[in-house]
C-alpha cells in the first residue's frame, strides 16, 4: 500500500504543497539533502521511496541499526560509478540515522557536500540532539506530524479496496473501523499491521466463501463439497474479529460523547477521593481508547491546584513536570509520567482553599467592589507621580523585623474580606498557622 506518487501520500499536506522542498526535489533534477524527523508510521520511508519512484532515482536503502561505516561507503561509491556512468542518481536513505555515531555520520559528509547521491535520513529522535552539526547544516529539516483520525481512516479505507491491499475481498464494519483508528494511535503502519491481521481471521481460504467447506490438500474442494459460488457474501471483519487479531479489547469509549465526560469525570474524581487504583483504571481506559495524552495532562496539571493546592505544593509541580515530558516523549512511553503524576495527586492531602480563595476574589470584582489602589502603592517611578502623591508613606517590608509592616494593602471596599481559608490538610497545616498571625497583624487585631 506505500504510495506510488506524491499525489497518493496520506497527511503531511504543510510537506506536499506547491513549492515545498520535496516538490521542489520530485520536480527539479537537482539532488538535495533531507531530514525527515517525526514519530514512527507517519511516512518517512514512504516519502524516501516515492521521491525515488517519481525522479527515476535509484533507491538504496541503509539501516542504521545494522550497517556500518563500511557499508556506508560502499553505498556511496556505488552511487558515485553509477552517476559516472550512466548519469543515473541515487536515493540514499539511511533509516533511524540517529543511531549512527560520529564516525559513520562522518562518513556522510562527502557524498552530501558533492552531491553524489540524494541524502534523506529518517529519524524519530531530535535531530539537533542526534546528528552532527555539519551533516545537519548541509541538509533540509522536515518536520512529519502524527496522522489524524481521518487520515488513519482513509488509509485503512483505501487498503480495504485497492487490488494492492485486500482488494475487496473483505468489508470493514464502521465499528471495527473506528477501533483500528483508535488502535493505530496516528501511526499508518501499525493501522496497516492490524487490518492485514485482522483479515487473515476473517478471509476465507483462497476459492471458498466464508463459511464455506475448506479445500483438500490438492486445492480442490474435499470429496462430497462444491465449489463456491460467486454471488456468495464477502466477509466482514467486526469488533470483535480485531479484538480476536490484535489481542486488545475495544474499550467502550467515544471521545465526543457521553463516554468522554463521564470517565474523566470519573477520573477527577477517584484523585480526588484520594483512591489511586481508581483514577489509573480511568487513566488506562482513556490511554487504550486513544485519549489524547495532552488532554490528560491538562486535566492532572488542573486537579493539582485546584484539589491538592498547598496541602501539597510539589503536586503541581509534578503535574506540570508530567505534561511536559508526555509533550516531550509522547505515548506509549509518557503514560509512565501520567501515571506517576496520577498517584501524587490522588496520594496527596487534598485542599480546594486555592480554588475557593480565587473564586471569591473574582466573585467581589465581578459584584464591582473594585476601589481605588491605595496611594502609597501606586507607581511612582514616571516623572509626575510624585507630584500625585504616588508612593507617598510606603513602608518597605524588608526594612522591618521580620519582613513585615503594618499598612493597609486592599482597596477600602474590600480591606475586610477574606478569600484565602488554609485547611489543616497536609503541608498547609502550618500555612494556615502563618496566615492567621500575618492577618491578624496586618489588620491590627
Not at 189 to 218: C, D, F, H, M, N
Not at 308 to 337: F, H, K, R, S, Y
Not at 426 to 434: F, K, Y
Amino acid at each position: 500500500m506505500r504510495p506510488r506518487n506524491l499525489d497518493e501520500v496520506i497527511g503531511q499536506r504543510h510537506l506536499l504543497g506547491p513549492g515545498t522542498p520535496l516538490r521542489r526535489l520530485v520536480e527539479s533534477e537537482a539532488p538535495m539533502s533531507l531530514f525527515l524527523w517525526g514519530p514512527p508510521g507517519t511516512g518517512k520511508t514512504t516519502l524516501a521511496y516515492v521521491v525515488s519512484n517519481v525522479t527515476k532515482r535509484r533507491f538504496v536503502e541503509v539501516s542504521a541499526v545494522s550497517a556500518g561505516v563500511k557499508d556506508v561507503r560502499a553505498a556511496i561509491d556505488n552511487a558515485r560509478r553509477e552517476l559516472g556512468m550512466s548519469g543515473r542518481q541515487t536515493v540514499l536513505f539511511v533509516d533511524e540515522v540517529h543511531r549512527f555515531n560520529k564516525a559513520q555520520q562522518d562518513a556522510l559528509l562527502p557524498a552530501v557536500e558533492n552531491r553524489w547521491v540524494t541524502f534523506i535520513g529518517a529519524t524519530t529522535e531530535n535531530p539537533f540532539f542526534s546528528v552532527i552539526s555539519p551533516l545537519l547544516s548541509r541538509s533540509l529539516l522536515l518536520t512529519l506530524e502524527s496522522l489524524s483520525d481521518d487520515d488513519v481512516r482513509a488509509v485503512l479505507e483505501r487498503a480495504v479496496t485497492d487490488p494492492r491491499g485486500l482488494g475487496g475481498r473483505v468489508t470493514l464494519a464502521p465499528e471495527a473501523l473506528e477501533h483500528l483508528v483508535r488502535l493505530a494511535g496516528g501511526d499508518a503502519r501499525r493501522s496497516l499491521t492490524y487490518l492485514e491481521a485482522a483479515a487473515l481471521l476473517t478471509e476465507p481460504v483462497k476459492g471458498a466463501p466464508a463459511g464455506s467447506p475448506q479445500e483438500g490438500p490438492s486445492g480442490s474442494p474435499q470429496e462430497g463439497e462444491e465449489e463456491a459460488s460467486p454471488g456468495e457474501l464477502v466477509p466482514s471483519i467486526t469488533v470483535e474479529v480485531v479484538e480476536k487479531a490484535v489481542d486488545k479489547a475495544a474499550v467502550r469509549y467515544d471521545r465526543q460523547g457521553d463516554q468522554h465526560y463521564d470517565v474523566i469525570s470519573a477520573f477527577i474524581k477517584s484523585m480526588r477521593g484520594s483512591d489511586a487504583d481508581a483514577a489509573l483504571h480511568y487513566l488506562a481506559r482513556m490511554i487504550e481508547a486513544g485519549e489524547d495524552p495532552r488532554f490528560i495532562a491538562r486535566r492532572i496539571v488542573i486537579f493539582a491546584s485546584e484539589d491538592v493546592g498547598m496541602a501539597d505544593p510539589t503536586c503541581l509541580q509534578t503535574a506540570v513536570a508530567a505534561a511536559q515530558a508526555v509533550q516531550l516523549i509522547g505515548l506509549p512511553e509518557g503514560q509512565i509520567n501520567l501515571a506517576h503524576a496520577v498517584i501524587h495527586c490522588a496520594m496527596a492531602p487534598k485542599s480546594n482553599a486555592v480554588v475557593k480563595a480565587i473564586g471569591a476574589a473574582i466573585g467581589d470584582v465581578r459584584r464591582g467592589l473594585i476601589g481605588q489602589v491605595p496611594g502609597h502603592l501606586r507607581d511612582a517611578h514616571y516623572p509626575g507621580a510624585a507630584k500625585l502623591g504616588h508612593g507617598d508613606g510606603y513602608k518597605y517590608p524588608h526594612d522591618f523585623e521580620h519582613g513585615l509592616v503594618r499598612q493597609n494593602y486592599a482597596p477600602e471596599q474590600v480591606r475586610e474580606r477574606r478569600y484565602y481559608e488554609p485547611t489543616r490538610h497536609g503541608a498547609e497545616a502550618p500555612v494556615a498557622g502563618r496566615w492567621a498571625k500575618i492577618r491578624d497583624f496586618l489588620r491590627g487585631t
